[in-house]
Nanobody, 124 residues
Framework: EGQLEASGGGSIQAGGSLTLSCAAS????????IGWFRQIPGKQREGVAA????????LYADSVEGRFTISRDSGQQRVNLQMSSLRPEDTAMYYC?????????????????WGQGVQVTVSS
């Protein structure tokens, strides 16, 4: 089975930058998309960004457009999420996911595979 391993979480002050990394096993070499989601307690998991493994097309939530950048390193099967101008409202557990189903990419239920979460805490 496939494995997704997220890393890079931590605590940072508002305005700072942080990069998350998702290492995907070779099982996902032909998957369609790899994405990042986030979740705070009591809220639904929401899509943050996603990237097509085939075309490199990127998708972003409105709340992070212009501040976050998703990229892939095909050689290392790694997808990074560079987060800048971080805000306290970006505080959440972040998850990487693979294999997007049809429909709204921001809906967590449409994704098949999930890695463990990494905590990002932004203080004001």
């Amino acid at each position: 089975e496939g494995q997704l391993e997220a890393s890079g979480g931590g605590s940072i002050q508002a305005g700072g930058s942080l990069t998350l990394s998702c290492a995907a096993s070779s099982y996902f070499a032909s998957t369609n998309y790899i994405g990042w989601f986030r979740q705070i307690p009591g809220k639904q998991r929401e899509g943050v960004a996603a990237i097509s493994s085939d075309t490199g097309r990127t998708l972003y939530a409105d709340s992070v457009e212009g501040r976050f950048t998703i990229s892939r390193d095909s050689g290392q099967q790694r997808v990074n999420l560079q987060m800048s101008s971080l805000r306290p409202e970006d505080t959440a557990m972040y998850y990487c996911a693979a294999s997007r189903g049809p429909g709204n990419w921001m809906e967590a239920a449409r994704w098949v595979w999930w890695g463990q979460g990494v905590q990002v805490t932004v203080s004001s």
